[in-house]
């Protein structure tokens, strides 16, 4: 069963902030998270791992629970090169990635 | 560019025929994964390999489609006597070691798959 994301849309103005939510049904071994701009394939931006290891850029934050089986990816003072479709892909200790619907983000000047 | 390479870039077919398309991964990464996105969609699991050994396949995965990875370096995934319903972008991914929860899949551009 996917992750849901919420919220499904954002809309922003440069330099507003962000929070995209992943919640799973099933116990989570880690979240990635991707964005992916229109026409173009998934870019990786972060893991998030059980036990609290992340690995991901420096400008992008995350916060992953595993008791409550989410993560959250925040986005701070947005740039227009934020704007794509964000996606959460849950590893429930398969081989395999889960990825949720998506977030679409639109940054505006 | 993340180094992941798929050919073709777009393929316009009519329902019945097979197609097959490549994925050439990055050269140290012995993972490569085949996923499945349409239009809105996330990208939908289909099948991986560890090196040429494919490890699981996904339950959606129907008999008409078939993946390789005979050397364990680029592989091929081919849809037999395609149906309209295979209309979608197939998206190639390759991490590098086992244990994908620690590492990241670098995608290639993708193959649009268009059925007539």
């Known amino acids: 069963q996917q992750p849901v994301q919420s919220p499904q849309a954002v809309i922003l103005r440069e330099g507003e902030d962000a929070v995209i939510n992943c919640s799973s049904s099933?116990?989570?071994?880690?979240v990635h998270w991707y964005r992916q701009k229109h026409g173009e394939a998934p870019v990786f931006l972060m893991i998030l791992l059980k036990g609290g290891e992340q690995k991901g850029h420096d400008k992008i934050s995350a916060s992953f629970n595993e008791k409550k089986q989410q993560s959250s990816l925040y986005l701070t003072a947005s740039q227009l090169s934020y704007s794509g479709t964000y996606f959460c892909g849950s590893n429930n200790a398969g081989n395999m990635l889960t990825f949720g619907g998506g977030t679409r983000l639109m940054v505006k000047p | 560019d993340t180094g992941v390479s798929q050919d073709p870039r777009h393929k316009i077919t009519k329902r019945g025929q097979n197609v097959t398309f490549r994925c050439d991964p990055i050269s140290e990464h012995n993972r490569l994964y085949w996923y499945r996105q349409t239009l809105g969609q996330g990208p939908e699991f289909l099948t991986y390999f560890q090196n040429e050994a494919q490890l699981e396949k996904s339950r959606l995965l129907s008999d008409r489609f078939s993946a390789e990875r005979p050397k364990g370096s680029f592989s091929t995934l081919e849809i037999q006597r395609t149906e309209q319903g295979d209309s979608a972008m197939y998206l190639c991914a390759s991490s590098l070691r086992a244990g994908m929860s620690s590492n990241e899949q670098f995608f290639g551009p993708g193959t649009r798959l268009t059925v007539l």
């Open positions: 099933k116990a989570l071994y880690s």
